[in-house]
Every structure is written in structure tokens, then in C-alpha cells.
């Protein structure tokens, strides 16, 4: 069992920065470094959509809406992924969530308001 645990949402002010972390445990074994990594969003009213995603290799892919402005990157020997969150929108606001595999997080609140 994997056991993912996200960190670092808050309230932020429109243009500003945010970084969040995902730290995964459990009977990870080599599934970490092996596999990839996302970050999905869920906005009140709204389905969750995927926000960026990582390779084993660290190939990045993003959505159009946060293309420029966020970063996904991941330290295996830490087994954690980050989301680098800059230029913020308060559309942005959300629930954040990391995936691994079929494994999620229990989600992080950023919200992005003056």
C-alpha cells in the first residue's frame, strides 16, 4: 500500500507564489522512481482536472492553463514530487491532489484571493 501525503497550500495573494509537496511512503519499493508522477486540481463546481505531470526520466507536461507559471519536479531519493506554483491566478484556487499510480493524497487547499 503507497501512502501519499501533500503539503504546503495556504492562502496567496493574486501574482504570488506557492510551493507544495508530496511525500510518498509505504510498500513504495522501486514504484517511485520507476513510474510517474501528476498533480490534479479540483475547484468547487468543477470536475478534478490534471494540472502536470512527471516521467521516471523527468519529462514534464503541463496544462495550457498553468503553462509558464508552474513547475513540476520530483527528488526520488526523497521519494517526493513538487509543484512550484508562481504568477498565481485565483482561478488557480483549488484542491490540489498528487497521484501515484492508482494511489491518491488527501488533497491541499490553495487559495488565491486579494
Known amino acids: 500500500q503507497v501512502h501519499l501525503v501533500e503539503s504546503g497550500g495556504g492562502l496567496v495573494q493574486p501574482g504570488g507564489s506557492l510551493r507544495l509537496s508530496c511525500v510518498a511512503s509505504?510498500?513504495?519499493?522501486?514504484?517511485?522512481?520507476?513510474?510517474?508522477m501528476d498533480w490534479y486540481r479540483q475547484a468547487p463546481g468543477k470536475e478534478r482536472e490534471l494540472v502536470a505531470s512527471i516521467t521516471s526520466g523527468g519529462i514534464t507536461n503541463y496544462a495550457d492553463s498553468v503553462k509558464g507559471r508552474f513547475t513540476i519536479s520530483r527528488d526520488n531519493a526523497k521519494n517526493t514530487v513538487y509543484l512550484q506554483m508562481n504568477s498565481l491566478k485565483p482561478e488557480d484556487t483549488a484542491v490540489y491532489y498528487c497521484r501515484h499510480l492508482v494511489y491518491w493524497g488527501q488533497g491541499t487547499q490553495v487559495t488565491v484571493s486579494s
Open positions: 509505504g510498500r513504495i519499493f522501486s514504484s517511485f522512481v520507476i513510474n510517474a
